[in-house]
């Protein structure tokens, strides 16, 4: 086993900023492939460019996926090229899947911008979306390990696709009764919908390094616990995180009456009878937060994500991984889970 140590401690905000630098180039040079319009809406996805080609310089997102493909195959004892395409392919895969999200979910703002339906219309945006999943299949058939890397991620888009079709039927399910929403089914969903895709990036990135099966696996498990971790965090911030930080109104996750840990994690307390009353109410959402608290919810979504972080630090700790990439990954992990541990 390697120690989770190395001589040059980068953080994890530079881990990032090096992998994005890395992997863009190739990422602008598969877009360029795309038809002018597609190729047009999907770099206005990743802030290149506004509505019309204008160049532009807007939020792209961290590069997360990206960063733990690059990481994946340096910590397989790689160079960091090696995992580009593996980045380039989960990059556009994530694209897609925003795109198609904002559609499903209605929401008409994406990093602060209007999200792609918005600005050029439903159809477009989803003829995009269909443009960026065909040419991330076409990025890693090229590669020798083609046929193994596009299994990683089919299954990995199938586990994303069941997560997503879970999170979008939760939806419907009442907030209490026999056909209430679990945690544990909460769970399976966040694990699909975000910790496959993060798991496929690390695994992709390893298998293109050349790491044998058991190590590509045991990243494809920490990367799925990490994107359950991921959810979680990001639930608490939908309810308690600061707007100016999270793009998000307050209690706007109540509102719309997402089934979030917190909320499902509140309602098996006693103390928290009231609540299905509130959720869903504009008038009544800090009451709600209230007692959501009161009733454990946040305290319980916390300590969640802190057991399934601790998880994924225990299977890079076991996996033999680069001792520098695999500190990479850790710090990356704690950055990313720490945001309101």
């Known amino acids: ?115 792609v339906w918005r600005a050029y219309g439903t159809g477009p945006a989803v003829l995009a979306g269909d443009a960026l999943f065909a040419l991330a299949v076409d990025t890693l058939a090229v590669v020798p390990e083609g046929p193994g ?20 039927l939760f939806a419907t399910r009442p907030w209490t009764g026999p056909d209430r929403v679990t945690p544990q089914e909460y769970r399976a969903m966040a694990e699909g919908k975000t910790g496959a895709l993060l798991g496929c990036a690390a695994a992709l990135g390893a298998t293109l390094g050349g790491a044998p099966q058991d190590t590509a696996d045991a990243l494809d498990r920490a990367g799925r616990h990490l994107g359950i971790a991921f959810q979680l965090v990001d639930d608490v911030l939908g309810i308690w995180g600061d707007p100016a930080v999270t793009g998000k109104p307050v209690g706007g996750d109540l509102r719309e009456r997402k089934k979030t840990f917190p909320v499902l994690a509140a309602l098996g307390s006693p103390a928290a009878r009231r609540l299905p009353a509130l959720l869903g109410s504009p008038e009544h959402a800090q009451e709600a937060t209230a007692l959501i608290e009161a009733a454990g919810g946040r305290a319980a979504a916390l300590a969640e994500a802190r057991d399934h972080t601790a998880a994924a630090r225990r299977l890079l700790g076991t996996a033999p991984l680069a001792a520098g990439p695999a500190g990479e990954l850790t710090r990356l992990l704690d950055h990313l889970v720490g945001r309101a541990l």
């Open 1 to 115: 086993m390697t120690a989770l140590t190395s001589p040059v401690r980068e953080s994890a905000p530079r881990t990032l900023a090096r992998c994005r630098d890395l992997v863009r180039p190739r990422l602008r040079e598969a877009v360029e492939r795309l038809h002018p319009w597609t190729a047009e809406m999907a770099a206005y996805s990743f802030g290149w460019c506004e509505v019309g080609g204008a160049p532009a310089e807007a939020p792209g997102g961290k590069g997360v996926r990206q960063a733990l493909a690059v990481l994946g195959a340096e910590a397989a004892g790689a160079d960091g090229q090696a995992g580009v395409p593996a980045a380039v392919a989960v990059e556009l895969v994530h694209a897609f899947s925003l795109l198609h999200d904002d559609i499903m979910d209605g929401d008409a703002t994406r990093r602060r911008r209007p999200a």
């Open 149 to 168: 890397a596009l299994r990683l991620l089919s299954c990995a888009l199938a586990d994303l696709v069941r997560g997503q079709a879970d999170d979008l």
